[in-house]
């Protein structure tokens, strides 16, 4: 591929994060940050002091080329990484992560304290000859990432990543490389682009998924594919002895129960409502009445509970609601009766 096409990639990439850099952080919309990569690497700044991190802080941002240092946008996953990056001599490895970057001295710009924050994908270019072109990479990923967070790799000697700008797109260099969990650490040296560049997707139910390309169902932390959207099925309600509850569910859930005394109402508009001296003669319509609600267990297949009360004669309505993990929820009701105690004859 000739230099020219390679570089018109790169304005295509570059015009791509400018736009999507402007649109605001909602919804599913992917957003791009980090390097434009519009200029091809110039140095390799781990030669000297072998395999280092290299974390990004300040590039050009869109549409002006402005400096920019607040790192990632938003919160979220990165769902890509892209590199403009080259091997010499002999191939080279470049592992992508995140890192925090502070600054004992906001007004000295030559240091930065360092935290490795997250590790990507690990990628091995191959050498090249010194008249070829190095070409853009991406690589996909999932890594949550958290707003503010820098872009940085860790890459072997070989390995040029690096623009030689003016001076004011800083990137800062730690050798050995930065090890999550380690600590901070202070910088080994400063230096300029660092070309990488990624993709952020929101995360709405933090599953650690991107929402627009790796993860269909952004409102369910436990599904990644299709919604679930099939409620508990619940057989085999019934009570026994006025006491005694049995049912089936098809899947585990939380249940409760509602339990409603039956009663003589009246019709009076389109409500059923006590009888009294005055509407007695309106039409007769069942009234329910709650007396108790309880919870039960909510295993898998067969289950048992017991109402929590005794319950006197009458009429009665069960209504038992079974809710899943992802709020399915479905209901189910059941009648019974409790017959009057037969007076014993003298």
Do not use: W
């Not at 002999?90 to 304290?113: M, V």
């Not at 560049?197 to 998924?209: H, K, L, S």
């Not at 059923?272 to 039409?283: D, F, L, R």
Request: charged share 20%; proline share 8%.
């Amino acid at each position: 591929m000739s230099k020219s096409i390679r570089r018109s990639a790169a304005l295509v990439l570059a015009g791509a994060a400018a736009m999507l850099l402007l649109l605001p952080a909602a919804g599913q919309a992917a957003t791009i940050f980090g390097s434009q990569l519009k200029n091809e690497p110039t140095e390799k700044s781990c030669e000297v002091v072998g395999t280092c991190t290299i974390v990004q802080r300040i590039v050009s941002a869109p549409p002006n080329g402005d400096p920019y240092s607040g790192g990632a946008p938003i919160s979220g996953v990165i769902t890509k990484f892209r590199t403009l990056a080259y091997a010499q001599e002999e191939s080279g490895q470049i592992t992508f992560r995140l890192a925090n970057l502070t600054l004992p001295d906001p007004n000295n710009l030559e240091s930065a304290l360092g935290t490795a924050a997250g590790t990507g994908p690990t990628i091995t270019l191959p050498a090249i000859g010194e008249t070829e072109d190095p070409s853009i990479t991406e690589v996909p990923a999932r890594l949550p990432v958290r707003a503010g967070q820098q872009l940085a790799v860790d890459i072997t000697p070989s390995i040029g990543i690096i623009y030689n700008s003016n001076g004011d797109k800083r990137s800062y260099l730690f050798a050995p490389p930065l090890v999550e969990g380690a600590g901070q650490r202070g910088s080994t040296e400063v230096v300029n682009e660092l070309l990488v560049q990624a993709t952020i997707e929101p995360d709405a139910d933090n599953d650690g998924f991107g929402d627009e390309t790796q993860d269909q169902c952004p409102t369910q932390a436990a599904t990644h594919g299709p919604c679930d959207t099939t409620p508990p099925g619940i057989t085999g309600l019934r009570v026994a002895k006025g006491k005694n509850i049995s049912y089936t569910l098809s899947e585990a859930a939380s249940v409760s129960f509602k339990l409603e005394k039956k009663s003589k109402g009246r019709k009076v508009g389109r409500k059923c409502v006590k009888q009294t001296k005055k509407n007695k003669a309106k039409k007769a319509c069942p009234l329910f009445k709650q007396v108790a609600s309880f919870g039960g267990p909510g295993n898998a297949g067969p289950n048992s509970a017991a109402i929590p009360r005794k319950l006197g004669p009458g009429s009665y309505r069960l209504t038992m609601t079974a809710r899943d993990a992802l709020g399915n929820t479905s209901t189910k009701t059941t009648t019974f009766k409790i017959a009057a105690k037969k007076k014993k004859k003298k």
